[in-house]
């Protein structure tokens, strides 16, 4: 079975500071990749996926991914964070041979923005 | 509409009443998917479905969680003689189909449920 592991569950960083979040997952293949964003009160949206080509993908808000399958790793990163980046960040790992394509959540981690 | 709607928007019952939560989908998806996250965790998978069919009901915890889905829209999850450990944000989600595109979850806002 796959699984996620996020090992930040808190970071904070100072507004247009650069940012890395960390993901780890476990999957025997290559799996289906997804970073989302929960901001407070509010439902998940999704930032970026990976599926296959391009292990660097791009995504809304100026967010973007690297997939490393050396370090079964999927960073997000942002050159320069911004006050309303202030949420909770999701990475999720789907099977692609899972018929029901249903998504293991990591932990989340929680970035805070010092003005 | 626009995106995936969950209804109510909080809902707070005793322990040992039954709720219901109800889910919009994207207009067109046809697999829709619940979650459940507990204050301060990620996501736990609940039950998916493709259709109108549950092939994947794995993550139901209890006997007392159903969940259907008619006319290929509209899903209920069900919860009966609710417990204190049910109270969580259950999240719904839609995908066009089950594997185009990895599958690409599209999340509505949740239900907030608390059990007193």
């Known amino acids: 079975a796959q699984s996620v592991t996020q090992p930040d569950i808190h970071i904070t960083v100072s507004e247009g500071a650069s940012l890395e979040l960390r993901c780890n997952y476990s999957?025997?293949?290559?799996?289906?990749l997804f970073w989302y964003v929960q901001s407070p009160g509010q439902g998940l949206q999704l930032l970026l996926k990976?599926?296959?080509?391009?292990?660097l993908v791009q995504g809304i808000k100026g967010f973007e991914a690297e997939f490393k399958r050396s370090q079964s790793s999927f960073n997000l990163r942002k050159p320069s964070v911004h006050w309303s980046d202030a949420a909770e960040y999701f990475c999720?790992?789907?099977?692609?041979?899972?018929?029901?394509?249903?998504?293991?959540f990591g932990g989340g981690t929680r970035l805070m923005v010092k003005p | 509409g626009a995106g995936v709607s969950q209804s109510p928007s909080n809902k707070v019952t005793e322990k040992g009443k039954d709720v219901e939560l109800r889910c919009d989908p994207i207009?067109?998806?046809?697999?829709l998917y619940w979650y459940r996250q507990r204050l301060g965790q990620g996501l736990e998978f609940l039950i998916y479905?493709?259709?109108?069919?549950?092939?994947?009901k794995s993550g139901l915890p209890s006997d007392r969680f159903s969940a259907e889905r008619t006319g290929e829209s509209v899903s209920t999850l069900t919860i009966q003689r609710t417990q204190q450990e049910d109270s969580a944000v259950y999240l719904c989600?839609?995908?066009?189909?089950?594997?185009?595109?990895?599958?690409?979850?599209?999340f509505g806002p949740g239900t907030r449920l608390l059990v007193l």
């Open positions: 479905f493709q259709g109108n069919s549950a092939p994947d």
């Open positions: 207009s067109g998806h046809t697999a």
């Open positions: 990976y599926f296959s080509g391009d292990t």
């Open positions: 999720a790992v789907g099977a692609r041979n899972n018929a029901g394509n249903m998504l293991t």
């Open positions: 999957y025997g293949a290559t799996p289906y």
């Open positions: 989600a839609s995908s066009l189909t089950r594997t185009s595109g990895g599958g690409a979850q599209y």
